[in-house]
Each structure stands twice: as structure tokens, then as C-alpha cells.
């Protein structure tokens, strides 16, 4: 008996090449297919996803007939609740082992496993989600050990089956060890960790394929199934860069666009003033983040990058132009740290080069790093070199501690690696952008938005 996998993974929602790929999986699907999605195909700096509560992602994938889907970390990045609506209203299962509600009660739509029959072939499909360790709080969830959750799938389903599929979300270092000491794993789709596979790996008789990233490849695993065995005829990860895209897709991502406009535009308020923003230049929209931060936190300093945005706002604010401007989903953070580890990072974020590096990092949708923005506290600084901080009028000390509101991009050290040097960091569920919504029409904080904290003086030598 012959079967069939089409799968992607990590897509994150790149819905123009997912369009490409939609093309070739009408190519290459016929009557011994199965359809596997490995995770992070849904990506919240989407506008389709944000005004549809993930429901445009759902439509894309029914629309091409998938058989199911294990989460990642970005479909549970916009919260459990959307993550529980997008599940219980997909029609193909939402697949997780190892992912629960912070109460440790089951996700409403989620499903630890499911068996489909193809061709005459019981297949078994279990995923495990990543763990995101001190992430898991704010995001509403508990986490599993995966290993564990895999094994109990597998007794529990025992005789049920002919072939036991595991979609991993967990990262292709944990492939191998999974198919060395759980042997009843038949095939290994893989994902989280953006690996392309020329062809598929076969270790202690399990089968691995992974399809990269971005919609840039699908992947394909051709198998033959006889005797209780599983034999790997054909594999191959197909590239999507020259073909066309399909108009299926198109058309359903018009629509979920507009109605997401639509829902998305709707006024929240007016702006009391506008607030401009700059990638270099310190500006009141990044001063505004930085204030509310350290409000919202409760902390000594608030310390956040100009790259978390992409533009200003300057007279309505709405849900659309959060998402445009702030697309990073990345949580109001607060953490201990010394000052000298302070002072390093300030004196980087003088230099013009660092600032224009690629923000590329865990969560970041932003184009560049940025230059520091700080609330409660004032930087004297020469143009190259940083010669006094003040924290509320105090001369900063290297030894001391000091707690600051950022975000988990600074907190991990991304770009600005001193801030890594860090202890007892705490994450709220709420995103960057959403302290932009609570405090753009605060009157008091917009002024002090407008107030700079770092002072260019000729004089700073003096100041030594």
C-alpha cells in the first residue's frame, strides 16, 4: 500500500509564498495523500490574522484540505483564548501532547492525537508544541515533558494503528534522540527550528523530513507500507520560487483582508499630540513606550528599542495602526541588572552602525535593532561616548541593581548583549503594542514622551 505526505512548517504567515505552495500541492496531491501542517503557520503580525481572530489562517488551510496541525509557539503567541478559538473552529485537528491551560485543564478544539485511515493505512498523528519555559505564564499555558507525552499517545493507541506519524514542533536537535529511543515512531515531520532538508533522514528506521521556513519549500515523503513496515521510496523538499500562485489563495486572503481592515479600523480614540518616531533620533513614540513600561512594571528605569516600531502615529489610534507599526509580538518584560551592563548598552546605542543592524531575533518583526529609549533616568553623552547617567537624579552606580521594564527581545540580549546579564525576570501577557494603546492618551505621559532624556553636551568632559 502506498502513501502520500505533503507537509510545510514554520510558514509564519508568508501568505505569498504560501500561495506558491498551494499551487504545487494541487500539483502533487492525489487520492494516497495525507496533508501536514508542522507548526508557526500562523504568525500574528499578519492583518488577516489580528481582524479575524486567526480564523483567515483556518480557511487557508481547509481550502487545500490539510489533515492537521500541531501548534507552535507562534499560534499560541496572540494568547490561549484565540489559539482555543482558532482550534475549536477548524475543521482538521489541532494536534498538541504536551499543551494545557495554565490550570493544567485541556484547551477547548485541541487534540493529543487523532488516527486517519488512508489507502487502507491506520495512521496515528501525535505533536508536541515547544515549551516556553518562563513565557508559558503569561501566554495562559502549561507545558508537558514532550518525550513523556509521545510515549503515553502511543500506549494509548496501542493496536489502533498501522503507522505512527509525530509532528515536532520541538526542533530537529530532538529528532534523532526521539527516534533512538522511541522506536514505534514511524516518520518524524519536523519543524521550529527552520531546517530545510535536501532529502529525508532515516535513523533507527524512522523516517525524518523537515520543509525549512516562510512557505519557501514543501515538503513531499513517498512510502511504501507492507508487512507491518515502512519503507521510504521517494523524498524531496520542493522549491516554490518560480511557480505561480494560486488564485484560490489570493482571493481568500482579499477577503479575509477587508474584513479584517474593516474590523481593525474602527477609532479607539484621538491622540492628544502626535507622537513622531525615528530609528536614530530619539523621538516621544519610543520615549511613550519606554514611560508606560516602566508605569506599568513598577521599575527604576523603563529601556526600549526604537526598531519595535516601524512608524509614528499622529492623529487616530486604532487596532490597524498598532499592528502596522508595532507588528512584534513581544511582551512588556521586567528583569534586575547592574548598572555598568546599563551603561554598556546606552554607550552601543550611540553608535549609528549598531542601531541599523537587523533586528532579527525570537519574536522580532522589526527592520532594525534600533537606539535605546530609557524613561526614568537622563544620559549625558558626548556623541560617542555616554560620561553620566542620572536615575531619577542619582548618579547611576555599576554595582547597584536596578530593576527595568523592557521587552523579552532586550531581556535575552538580542542586539544589546550586556542587558542578558540579568536575574528575576518576569513577563506580562500583554504585547509592546498594547502599551502603546493604554498610554498614547494619557495626556501626562505623551508630554513627558516629549521630554529628551539623552543630553549632547560639549561640556560632558568636564563632567568626568
Known amino acids: 500500500m502506498r502513501l502520500k505526505i505533503l507537509h510545510t512548517n514554520d510558514v509564519h504567515s508568508n501568505f505569498d509564498n504560501f500561495a506558491k505552495v498551494a499551487t504545487l500541492i494541487k500539483q502533487h496531491k492525489d487520492g494516497e495523500t495525507i496533508l501536514l501542517e508542522g507548526g508557526d503557520f500562523a504568525d500574528f503580525k499578519s492583518i ?46 489541532f494536534i498538541s501532547n504536551n499543551l494545557f491551560k495554565k490550570d493544567k485543564t485541556e484547551i477547548n478544539g485541541v487534540n493529543k492525537s487523532v488516527v486517519l485511515e488512508k489507502n487502507g493505512i491506520r495512521i496515528l498523528i501525535t505533536g508536541s508544541s515547544p515549551n516556553m519555559g518562563v513565557f508559558n505564564e503569561g501566554l495562559g499555558i502549561y507545558m508537558t515533558d514532550y518525550k513523556e507525552a509521545i510515549i503515553e499517545e502511543i500506549k494509548r493507541n496501542a493496536g489502533n494503528y498501522d503507522i505512527c506519524i509525530l509532528l515536532s514542533h520541538v526542533g530537529t536537535f530532538a529528532d534523532e534522540p526521539l527516534a533512538m529511543e522511541i522506536p514505534e515512531i514511524d516518520i518524524i515531520i519536523s519543524a521550529h527550528d527552520h531546517k530545510l532538508f535536501a532529502e529525508a533522514k532515516v535513523v533507527n528506521n524512522t523516517i525524518m523530513n523537515s520543509a525549512g521556513n516562510y512557505g519557501e519549500h514543501l515538503g513531499m515523503l513517498e512510502l511504501e507500507f507492507k508487512e507491518g513496515k515502512v519503507k521510504l521510496v521517494n523524498s524531496s ?228
Open 237 to 464: 523538499t520542493i522549491s516554490s520560487l518560480d511557480v505561480e500562485r494560486d488564485e484560490q489563495i489570493l482571493s481568500l486572503l482579499k477577503t479575509n483582508k477587508e474584513k479584517a481592515i474593516e474590523a481593525l479600523s474602527k477609532p479607539l480614540y484621538k491622540l492628544p499630540q502626535a507622537l513622531w518616531h525615528d530609528v536614530l533620533e530619539e523621538n516621544p513614540m519610543t520615549n511613550l513606550i519606554a514611560e508606560g513600561l516602566k508605569d506599568m512594571l513598577k521599575c527604576d528605569i523603563g529601556l526600549i528599542n526604537s526598531g519595535i516600531c516601524n512608524a509614528g502615529i499622529f492623529h487616530e489610534m486604532t487596532r490597524k495602526k498598532l499592528i502596522e507599526i508595532c507588528p512584534s509580538p513581544l511582551n512588556p518584560t521586567s528583569f534586575e541588572i547592574q548598572g555598568k551592563y546599563i551603561k554598556e548598552a546606552l554607550e552601543q546605542s550611540l553608535d549609528a552602525q549598531i542601531c541599523l543592524a537587523d533586528g532579527r531575533g525570537p519574536g522580532f518583526r522589526g527592520k532594525f535593532a534600533g537606539r535605546l529609549h530609557i524613561a526614568g533616568a537622563e544620559i549625558v553623552h558626548d556623541g560617542k561616548k555616554v560620561h553620566n547617567i542620572y536615575v531619577n537624579e542619582i548618579p547611576l552606580e555599576d554595582e547597584m541593581w536596578y530593576t527595568v521594564a523592557s521587552s523579552d527581545f532586550l531581556q535575552r540580549g538580542s542586539i544589546y548583549e550586556s542587558l542578558a546579564n540579568n536575574r528575576n525576570e518576569k513577563y506580562l501577557a500583554e504585547e509592546i503594542k498594547d502599551v502603546i494603546r493604554l498610554y498614547a492618551n494619557k495626556n501626562d505621559f505623551v508630554e513627558k514622551a516629549y521630554t529628551n532624556r539623552w543630553k549632547e553636551t560639549a561640556e560632558a568632559e568636564v563632567l568626568l
Open 48 to 93: 488577516e490574522l489580528q481582524g479575524t481572530r486567526g480564523i483567515a489562517a483556518i480557511e487557508l488551510l481547509e481550502s487545500l484540505g490539510y489533515d492537521a496541525l500541531t501548534i507552535g509557539n507562534n499560534e499560541m503567541f496572540n494568547g490561549v483564548d484565540t489559539l482555543e478559538h482558532m482550534a475549536s473552529s477548524s475543521s482538521f485537528p
